[in-house]
């Protein structure tokens, strides 16, 4: 962590498109952050397809974080997204997050979703924060670990809204989630 950075205070960042001489420093974040991590080519390969988008954080001429997301007709898919570990805790992240967030409409796409791993907590909490959802489990999803991975929905209006307070249906995800707030 930057010795002059505030808890309450982010860290300025400049999101823009990933260009091809970022690599470098991605793939950096990547193995900094990740046991099972994207291969360049891999990288490479999913930016190819028209309708996948990479985005970078940059601070001070440095990439410090990045993400790989698809847009599909109704949705956004988050396929890999990270922030450097000395970077970490400094609001990027949610900068990050924020600017997918945005890119939603009331005409098209409602939603954002992701696959997260059962261990990955931080990320799981992380995205709590951001109002994202577990909404379904896919066993053994993550096939190098034979890890499940829980699937979380960030959706442009809460379907919780319509209901009264307190009688929202849960599902057994979303109460394991509420019992980390207690904790």
């Known amino acids: 962590m930057s010795l002059n950075h505030h808890p309450n205070q982010d860290t300025m960042v400049q999101i823009r498109w990933l260009i091809r001489r970022d690599m470098p420093e991605v793939l950096r974040i990547e193995e900094e952050s990740f046991e099972y991590t994207w291969t360049e080519e891999y990288f490479l390969s999913c930016l ?10 940059e601070h001070n001429h440095q990439i410090v974080g990045f993400m790989i997301y698809e847009l ?20 990027i992240g949610r900068q990050m ?22 261990t990955n907590l931080s990320a799981q909490l992380f995205f709590r924060k951001m109002d994202f959802r577990a909404v379904s489990v896919l066993r053994n ?7 499940d991975a829980y699937v979380l929905q960030y959706r442009m209006e809460r379907a919780e809204q319509d209901f009264a307070p307190g009688l929202a249906p849960k599902n057994r995800i979303s109460n394991y989630f509420d019992a980390s707030d207690a904790a």
């Open 48 to 57: 190819r397809q028209r309708n996948c988008i990479g985005m970078v954080a």
């Open 72 to 91: 599909h007709k109704s949705m956004i898919q988050v396929l890999n997204f990270a922030v450097a570990p000395e970077f970490r805790q400094q609001g």
């Open 97 to 118: 997050v924020q600017r997918v967030i945005d890119k939603l409409s009331q005409q098209r796409r409602r939603e954002i979703v992701l696959e997260v791993r059962e």
């Open 141 to 147: 999803y993550f096939e190098d670990a034979g890890e």
